[in-house]
DNA sequence: TGTAGGACTTCAAGTAACTTTAGCTTCAAG
DNA sequence: CTTGAAGCTAAAGTTACTTGAAGTCCTACA
């Protein structure tokens, strides 16, 4: 039933490479994986259900702690929900945080650019304000020519 | 014209902190500040609009090398719109890519939390699947009675 | 069966961008 | 003049890996 995975094919089925699953072994997230005989790590399907399961949650951004508390949850047998779900929702709530200001961001910048191009376009414009505009709390337009 | 703050008023009014401030002295981000006779750093005005500006662009999303370019751009007189605006075109489809991943990742957790609240309010559900459905790549349903 | 070269091993150091700690000095207010 | 906040330096810690060096093993091909 297993199939006697090497590192490096365990590292692609599950999405990260065989230097992270060595540094998972390390802290300890994964444990010591079985050796063959010229010393090489060997992995079986259980292995590759786990490490896809951490993959999966730092993927949705649960820090490495957090992940310890879900393996262990997900380990122990104690299944209950509640646990996980208030991880869940705790970095659900960080996500959104997270997006909110990304866009916020995403339109200073936008604004930056397209200003630039509008102005700017077809000529260097070596009186650009965009640098200044930058010492601003938000973002305004650039290009303008500026006194001297 | 130039009101001689103190590290900790240039942190404040810059957002920052003092390490910070120390952090960018040290790997040349900033200049070497002016020493009061106690050796206490002593700023200016035109400190506080470079930092300003300095914490801006670490807002934005410029990673430190990239401040410092736009640092020099600043400084240098050369002001050639081009060259920041490069950069900041860069960085913004930086982050549309952020953004549209986190969007996808909020996705993933909103479903996964909402499932478990309307499967398991009222109750802990003992065999939650909220743990089983993260081994999957694409968070699914979670909370259902589960075979023993 | 020999061998080339790709995959594996360990250990240590590097990365980004700060933050924290320790131990000490200076400054400002009362 | 005292006391406590703020500043100083240097070094280590943080997060989550990645990279490098130097050497060993395994596998496929001739």
Redesign the interface.
């Known amino acids: 039933m297993d199939h006697a995975l090497s590192i490096g094919t365990l590292a692609k089925r599950s999405g990260t490479t065989p230097p992270t699953i060595r540094y998972y072994e390390e802290i300890g997230l994964v444990r010591r994986a079985a050796r063959r005989d010229g010393g090489h790590r060997t992995y079986g399907d259980a292995d590759l ?2 490490l ?2 951490i993959r ?2 730092r ?3 649960f820090p490495i702690d957090q992940v310890r508390s ?1 393996v262990d ?2 380990e122990n047998g104690d ?4 646990d ?2 208030v991880l ?2 705790r ?2 709530e960080d ?2 945080t ?2 909110s200001e ?2 916020a ?2 339109a ?3 604004k ?2 397209n200003d ?2 509008a102005a ?1 376009v077809g000529g ?5 304000v ?3 505009d ?4 938000r ?1 305004r337009s ?2 303008g020519p500026t006194a001297a």
Do not use: H, M, W, Y
């Open positions: 259900k786990r896809t399961f999966r949650c993927e949705l951004g879900l949850l997900l299944r209950s929900c509640l996980a779900r869940a929702r970095n659900l996500v959104q997270k997006l990304l866009k961001l995403e200073d910048l936008a930056l650019v630039c191009d700017c260097p414009g070596p009186d650009c965009i640098l200044e930058l010492t601003q709390t973002a650039c290009c």
